[in-house]
């Protein structure tokens, strides 16, 4: 089964909203990233997390292995944020990471 | 310069013809990945390369080869193209493997079997 579940599987905001993304593992995870797929189809890194809570500008992302878990947080939601958010998961066997299926943002006016 | 880079961006090929798609970065990182990613699926794990290893996944195994020739080059090919091959491939590198490393995606090659 899928190691990684995501959720929500789409989601729509308005500008200058905010909301959260998560990823809930079946099993014991090292650490997590978190990546944006942009409209060319691309991944960009946003986070990479072994523990704990990092922040950047508008995004915040949190890492609970103990809880098997990991957020996402959006805040002052702008046009360009809309995308498809990928987080990704690795044991720490090897460097094989598990992706969940991502969720498609959508900011509107 | 923290970039992968590509190349093509997209790419045409017909059916049961060989297709090269190319991937650099100059970080001097010890592992490369490639990732084949369909619309509304995650990324797949295809093959990595950890310095001049070569590992390929179980389901992948057939389908795909690759080279690395130096530490900042890795090629994936396939040798007789399937439409089921139509994709966005990703490269990717990390400094080491199974380190607590970042990977860094290139922006990837739209593949379009015909």
């Known amino acids: 089964g899928d190691q990684v579940e995501q959720s929500p599987s789409a989601l729509s905001l308005h500008e200058g909203t905010g909301s959260a993304l998560r990823c809930n593992f079946t099993t014991t995870m090292r650490a997590v990233q978190w990546f944006q797929q942009n409209s060319r189809g691309s991944l960009i890194n946003l986070f990479y997390l072994a523990s704990g809570t990092k922040e950047n500008g508008r995004l ?29 998961a690795e044991q720490g066997t090897g460097s094989k990471l598990s992706f969940g299926k991502g969720a498609k943002l959508t900011v509107s006016p | 310069d ?13 059916v049961g013809k060989p297709v090269n798609l190319i991937c650099s970065q100059t970080m001097n990182h010890d592992t490369m990945y490639w990732y084949q990613k369909k619309p509304n699926q995650a990324p797949k794990l295809l093959l990595f390369y950890y310095d001049k290893i070569l590992n390929r996944e179980a389901d ?8 690395r020739p130096n530490n900042s080059f890795c090629s994936l090919y396939i040798g007789s193209a399937g439409l089921e091959y139509s994709a966005m491939y990703l490269c990717a590198s990390s400094k080491g493997l199974g380190d607590a490393e970042t990977l860094y995606f290139g922006s990837g090659t739209r593949l379009t079997v015909l």
Not at chain 2, 3 to 8: A, C, E, F, G
């Open chain 2, 60 to 67: 992948t195994f057939e389908k795909f080869q690759s080279s």
């Open chain 2, 2 to 14: 923290t970039t992968v880079k590509q190349n093509p961006r997209y790419k045409l090929a017909r």
């Open chain 1, 60 to 88: 915040k992302s949190t890492f609970n292995s103990k809880e098997s878990y990991s957020t996402l947080h959006i805040r002052d939601a702008q046009l360009e944020d809309s995308g498809t958010y990928f987080c990704a």
